[in-house]
């Protein structure tokens, strides 16, 4: 159920990548499949760095392709993102990630009183896969997609939710700096999820931290006594 225009002041504003989806489910079967395919192209001529890629695990994805692939083009890290992007899709589509436990039911709860968005770093056609194969249209308005925003700073794409959506105040729930600060910056409460990908020095950052989902509601009610 979404708020009116009469409610459209209060809002949660959610990142996608481990908070509300388990991509760690599916991230390193994605990219192993991408090296097959450079591999294949003789673009590649060793192991997939899975290793070396649990270590940068929720960085933006050029910063994964730079580091990955350092000797490989701009353009070629171009087409290894789109591979990369295909093969995530195919998963979300086969289910092999998930959300999070208790998910659904907390966004069906909190969209009885707050309106509920997206802010993600993750592309267009990858977060609209997600919304589709587990139906969170139910529950949020729109999804804003790091895309939107030339910068590539999560803070300028919370300040175009809230611009767009005339929000006066609310929350930020997310698992990493950027999140964080994106809260900060447009006078947001930030709460922090102690999930796959946090970093419990930025995690110190937020002014409330949730290490289970199903505990949100009740930080919500408490970050307004």
């Known amino acids: 159920m979404f708020r009116g225009d009469d409610d459209m002041k209060k809002a949660i504003i959610f990142d996608m990548d481990g908070t509300l989806f388990q991509t760690n489910l599916i991230l390193e079967s994605a990219l192993d499949a991408t090296f097959d395919v450079l591999r294949n192209e003789g673009k590649w001529h060793s192991e ?10 929720g960085v933006p994805l050029p910063v994964v392709w730079e580091t990955l692939c350092p000797l490989h083009s701009a353009d070629i890290h171009k087409q290894n993102n789109k591979i990369f992007q295909q093969k995530l899709i195919e998963l979300i589509q086969l289910k092999k990630g998930a959300l999070y436990p208790h998910v659904e039911h907390v966004l069906e709860t909190l969209s009885q009183t707050h309106s509920l968005f997206i802010a993600s770093n993750g592309q267009t056609k990858y977060l609209n896969a997600i919304i589709e194969t587990y139906k969170l ?9 790091i895309e939107l925003i030339p910068s590539g700073h999560k803070s300028e794409l919370v300040r175009k939710i809230i611009i767009e959506n005339g929000i006066e105040s609310g929350f930020v729930v997310g698992d990493r700096a950027s999140d964080i600060l994106a809260a ?16 419990e020095a930025e995690l110190l950052l937020a002014d409330f931290i949730i290490n289970n989902f199903k505990e949100l509601p009740e930080t919500i009610l408490k970050s307004l006594k």
């Open 48 to 57: 997939t760095p899975i290793d070396q890629y649990r270590n940068i695990m």
């Open 137 to 145: 249209e139910r529950f949020i308005e729109n999804t804003y997609s």
């Open 184 to 199: 900060k910056d447009n006078q947001l409460v930030a709460i922090g999820a102690n999930f796959d990908f946090a970093q």
